[in-house]
């Protein structure tokens, strides 16, 4: 397993296995892995002959005081975890070659990216497309992993490979949870133990919503009035939102009858953490 | 030499011809061809195995009360003039399957696209770097070829594939132009007689103010004073804009002390026609 930070070495390799014939899954990360990213690398180790893991901290994906200075980072801790998945190579690029002196090119993807955490998070989603048509024209993967837990970015993405005629699979995995159903994420790092003991709330917030909704409720007020109840059992959770979109263009729905996202984000202390689950008709 | 329009007719197409080793040239135009796109033709034939021309007029590069339903298209022309020049593939999509229902992706280069063309015709190079990154992903062309003459547009072009690592590689071929010097473009083709006789004004000017550049005036007022002053010989002409900028941010220069172009767009009756040249130092 290498670590490359180099762009025209990355170039390089990849050209040497595409060349002969090997296929490449790619499974783009900001590093500090969990679970969920391993489920992704093992995925991908199955399906693929090279795999390419990215690490990178992309700094136009995070607002102005968001957390990226304080993105936990460890890459010794990294490459250990992703060596047991059989990592081909780690692409670990520095910011000022991502991103050099003058840099001024953006991918948007319209309307979705104007819900949910993009309304809470203005010019994230910008950086995630940029960021990830980068990684895709750098690793020229057949297919790239991400996951569900970061639903609208999936959507997302899905749609800038559509619209942009990318030619390459995107294979979305389900959200790995914390023995306590929380969703595992580089952020519950941040928890106080308080924090951390209550932060599952929102994950039972949600199933309980989706087993109104199994039991007949339709109604997005009272299901997303569940959510809330139960996340306010928690005296330290501030809801940021707690939304029903249907999954096409993600936008919000009065009753539910089509296939929708039920999401939510939470904030304790200065750590947002995002959870959702789909409402199937 | 095959026409195609179906989207996945053409990827399959080119995935063989990869596949066979060969590369690809694309030579991507708005069609009604002219010896400037000749040119583009014949570079692209002599430097790679496959060459693919790609005709569509792409609604998203025109802004509202622009000509894009007026301008001209004649497919059988276009194939006929191609054929010589040895096209293998013209690829010619319909608008809607380009731009599908709910099309919602964009590609923006910010800074370079804000002076120039970019002031007049906003949205414009939105477009254009929206539909050349889709030709690009859908033919996987080695090289791709674009004319001088529009020399904001190969900029930005340019910086759209430095930053977004493009793995192609961007040729930009000499204005060609008529006898009497006009520039070629699909436009002329709009002109009454009196405008297409004046319209050579255009390159006179911007000539004879590099003719005072060459001599060793460097006052960017000055020359672009001089291009005004002979573009002021036509009756018909209404000057759009006359600027020196520099060649790396397109920003406009009070003296030239640099690399600079030298651009004009010039409205005859509606019809807008550009031109430029280089100021070398």
């Known amino acids: 397993m290498e670590i490359v930070r180099d762009i025209p070495k990355l170039k390089e390799t990849v050209k040497k296995v595409r060349a002969e014939g090997k296929s490449i899954g790619l499974v783009p990360t900001m590093g500090y892995l969990h679970e969920g990213h391993l489920s992704l690398l093992q995925a991908a180790r199955s399906e693929n002959d090279f795999l390419v893991m990215s690490i990178f901290v992309n700094p136009i994906q995070f607002g102005a ?13 990294d490459r250990e975890l992703s060596l047991s998945d059989g990592c081909d190579l780690i692409f670990y690029p520095e910011v000022r070659d991502m991103y050099p002196e003058g840099y001024s090119t953006f991918v948007e993807v319209e309307g979705l990216t104007e819900t949910l955490c993009g309304a809470s998070r203005p010019g994230h989603f910008r950086g995630v497309t940029t960021v990830v048509l980068k990684l895709f024209n750098l690793v020229s993967p057949h297919r790239a992993y991400f996951g569900q837990k970061d639903a609208q970015q999936a959507l997302v993405l899905k749609k800038m490979v559509e619209d942009l005629n990318v030619d390459v699979d995107l294979i979305i995995k389900p959200t790995v949870r914390e023995p306590d159903c929380l969703a595992m994420s580089s952020r519950n790092k941040y928890l106080t133990p308080e924090q951390r003991k209550e932060a599952p709330l929102i994950y039972r917030g949600l199933e309980e919503a989706r087993k109104l909704f ?17 996340i306010s059992g928690s005296e330290e959770a501030l809801i940021d939102y707690v939304e029903i979109v249907e999954t096409r263009g993600l936008q919000p729905v ?5 296939e929708c996202l ?3 984000a939470v904030k304790f202390g200065s750590t947002r953490l995002i959870d959702n689950v789909m409402l199937e008709v």
């Open 65 to 77: 005081g968001e957390d990226y200075e304080e993105y936990p980072r460890d890459l010794e801790r």
């Open 214 to 230: 199994r039991e007949g409720e339709r109604d997005a007020e009272q299901l997303k009035l569940k959510v809330k109840e139960i």
């Open 254 to 258: 009065k009753e539910v009858r089509q």
């Open 262 to 264: 039920l999401a939510a």
